[in-house]
């Protein structure tokens, strides 16, 4: 039973344009949320996260919006480069407990 | 400050034997968790070590099990290897106590199952 679920495989956007990646999840005891990226050949990397008591948070080029009352968060690149090219996975946690749930990833193409 | 590191990252094993990986977390770190990375089922949580304690655990068969060191490193075991086992073993870090927020992964460990 997939909690997290990222429901486009892939995404291609020119540079300098915005990347939206979007998640859903199904379980309203998640109060944190966090996208990392993922190179070949690498652990994922922590990108941004947000507690569900905000419904946006911003760290330079990137910004994660959260709905709770559609339970969908999306994260904002501005301006897209090409070096954001990776794999984006969003995950989320539980309440009172420290694993996360991973959605299965949108592979993002930056073309120059 | 030196990040997670991960060994062996390459492992080619066969059915029925056993496996153990190693994670060592960042410096200062205490809780450990193990994720297994497939391309059906992307990342899963196995297990989640704080200070020697396993203290979460995923819905993964007896098979997979863990342990924690005084010094914060994990180990990972998983005996009686099956085919379906062939994954990428990521171990992450995070800082904190009960309540952890972002977890740092190390590159894992590509193991395959002959």
């Known amino acids: 039973d997939q909690q997290v679920k990222q429901n486009s495989p892939s995404l291609s956007v020119q540079e300098g344009r915005i990347s939206i990646l979007n998640c859903d999840y199904t379980?309203?005891?998640?109060?944190?949320f966090l996208w990392y990226k993922k190179y070949p050949a690498e652990g994922p990397t922590f990108l941004i996260s947000i507690s569900s008591i905000k419904d946006k948070n911003e760290d330079g080029r990137f910004t994660v919006f959260l709905n709770k009352s559609a339970k969908h968060l999306s994260l904002h690149i501005v301006p897209s480069q090409p070096g954001d090219s990776a794999v984006y996975f969003c995950?989320?946690?539980?309440?009172?407990?420290?694993?996360?749930?991973f959605g299965t990833g949108t592979r993002l193409t930056v073309i120059p | 400050k030196a990040g997670v590191t991960q060994t062996p990252r390459y492992l080619i094993k066969t059915r029925g034997q056993q496996v153990t990986l190693s994670c060592s977390p960042i410096?200062?770190?205490?809780?450990v968790s193990w994720y297994q990375q497939t391309p059906g089922q992307g990342l899963q949580f196995l297990f989640e070590y704080f200070s020697e304690t396993q203290r979460n655990k995923g819905n993964f068969p007896g098979r997979f099990s863990g342990r924690q060191f005084s010094n914060s490193r994990s180990e990972m075991n998983v005996s009686t290897l099956e085919l379906g086992d062939s994954a990428l073993y990521l171990c992450?870090?995070?800082?904190?106590?009960?309540?952890?927020?972002?977890?740092?992964f190390g590159p894992g460990t590509r193991l395959t199952v002959t």
């Open positions: 992450a870090s995070g800082s904190a106590g009960w309540a952890v927020s972002e977890q740092y």
């Open positions: 410096s200062g770190h205490r809780s």
């Open positions: 379980n309203s005891m998640f109060d944190y």
């Open positions: 995950a989320a946690r539980q309440t009172g407990a420290n694993n996360l749930f």
